[in-house]
Nanobody, 128 residues
Framework: QVRLVESGGGFVQPGGSLRLSCVAS????????MGWFRQAPGKERVFVAA????????VYAEFLRGRFTISRDKGKNTVYLQMNNLEPEDTAVYYC?????????????????????WGQGTQVTVSS
């Protein structure tokens, strides 16, 4: 059974930083991709960032303006989201997701329906 467990969320002041982690377990995919999405209260879930596990592709939402970085540690089966210069608009529940379609193109990795598995989410609150 595939399991994704996020951690690292919390409360931070504007301009601060957080690093989210997502540990993946229970799968045997050789070629897969992982992504981060977020959902603010009363809003739809939106794409944040994604990467293919083989390192061929890194994809970001345009609204991030270079503030976030996605990375992975293959040995730990973990994907990270480093978030810098956080803004109140970044407040949301952040979800980790995994797709077995690791060769997906960038536009496909931006779609939530591409992903087969989801974590439970971790809350990020940015406020002064």
């Amino acid at each position: 059974q595939v399991r994704l467990v996020e951690s690292g969320g919390g409360f931070v002041q504007p301009g601060g930083s957080l690093r989210l982690s997502c540990v993946a377990s229970g799968h045997t995919f050789n070629n897969f991709a992982m992504g981060w999405f977020r959902q603010a209260p009363g809003k739809e879930r939106v794409f944040v960032a994604a990467l293919s596990w083989n390192g061929a592709r890194f994809v970001y939402a345009e609204f991030l303006r270079g503030r976030f970085t996605i990375s992975r540690d293959k040995g730990k089966n973990t994907v990270y989201l480093q978030m810098n210069n956080l803004e109140p608009e970044d407040t949301a529940v952040y979800y980790c997701a995994l797709t077995s379609r690791g060769n997906s193109i960038s536009s496909t990795l931006r779609r939530a329906d591409t992903y087969d598995y989801w974590g439970q989410g971790t809350q990020v609150t940015v406020s002064s």
